[in-house]
């Protein structure tokens, strides 16, 4: 049996390749060094894993002085649980030694992005997670993006925004106080995260928060309004229920805009796109967005086609599928040359 790993900065997920059994951990690698535990507790969930496929973007996270000790901390906690493990690389390829770490920077939107190619060969694939957006467009089976975060944000195909963990105060300048009438300045504090916003709105609830709070306290709508009021220096009775509703509305706005711009401004820039395909945690943020795109292109969800727990941890699943085809055709390297 084949098991995919994709070890984020702030998520551990797994998925075994045929999408029986699927697992995600919050774990903020840049102060909980306890991957080496939870993938013991992977292993012990799914003691019946020949071999493992490896995509990762934990690298990141700023404990790790350079990303290339952050490759090596994750492969060794990786090769002390599991015995036969492939890393997938940015050239789309699997490798057995890891020989020149930037070839595994960030490469699990690629697995994602093959892995849709059994579907499409031209279309826009949106991965909203709690963290970072991926908005990439693929035109006649090649990937029309760069291949590292760095380039990625420069060309937009990489969106840092998420629907949990994004701080509120990156979002909005000011916000309206309805009793006011007026606009007032936010504080540039970490009080608050779109996870307080959309858990104010209904958008997710207690269990879907599965982010730790900035406050380090409760989950509830009202922890969550409480925080939301920090962000105007308030405490929670000095606004209305509706003037925090208002507020929160406001911020979920701002986020769709967003990530409605970028998304039109890669349709626009071809008529070979219909297909879009949506994935992540975050697909109901995504969903939002896409009402306001005219109907002219066929929206895919992946929570219809594989359910909600594959959409959330798609490249985890990805990655697994891909090594299985690869080890059946003998080529570890089937999926090269998949870029423009």
Not at 60 to 83: H, P, T
Not at 167 to 172: A, K, L
Not at 189 to 196: R, S, T, V
Request: a negative charge; aromatic letters at 12%.
């Amino acid at each position: 049996m084949i098991l995919g790993l994709d070890i984020g900065g702030a998520n551990t997920k797994a998925s075994s390749s045929d999408g029986c059994y699927t697992k995600s951990v919050y774990l903020p690698i840049w102060k909980d060094f306890r991957l080496e535990a939870v993938l013991s507790k992977i292993r012990e969930d799914y003691p019946n894993v020949e071999k493992v496929a490896v995509v990762m973007t934990g690298e990141g996270a700023d404990s790790f002085s350079e990303k290339r000790f952050g490759i090596r901390y994750i492969q060794q906690r990786v090769e002390s649980i599991f015995d036969d493990v492939y890393y997938f690389s940015i050239d789309g390829t699997f490798e057995r030694e890891i020989t020149d770490e930037k070839k595994f920077f960030s490469a699990n939107w690629i697995a994602s992005v093959i892995k849709l190619m059994d579907f499409d060969k031209s279309f826009l694939f949106i991965d909203m997670g709690s963290t970072t957006t991926d908005i990439i467009p693929v035109i006649n089976g090649r990937i029309c993006s760069e291949r590292t975060d760095f380039a990625r944000l420069l060309d937009g195909t990489l969106v840092y925004i998420g629907s949990l963990r994004t701080n509120v105060s990156t979002m909005v300048e000011k916000v309206r106080i309805l009793s006011r009438n007026r606009y007032c300045p936010i504080a540039k504090e970490q009080y608050a995260q779109m996870a307080d916003v959309y858990n104010i709105l209904g958008d997710i609830n207690e269990e879907n928060y599965t982010c730790e709070t900035p406050d380090g306290k409760g989950k509830s709508i009202e922890d969550s309004k409480k925080r939301l009021a920090r962000i105007v220096c308030c405490d929670h009775d000095d606004l209305t229920n509706e003037e925090l509703i208002n507020i929160a509305e406001e911020i979920k706005m701002v986020e769709i805009k967003m990530l409605f711009d970028t998304i039109t401004k890669f349709l626009n820039k071809t008529d070979k796109i219909k297909k879009i395909f949506v994935a992540g945690s975050g697909e109901f943020v995504v969903r939002e967005a896409l009402k306001r795109i005219n109907g002219l292109y066929d929206i895919n969800y992946l929570s219809d086609l594989f359910g909600t727990e594959i959409s959330s941890i798609f490249p985890a699943f990805s990655v697994g599928s891909l090594l299985d085809r690869c080890l059946r055709y003998n080529n570890l390297h089937y999926y090269g040359n998949v870029f423009k």
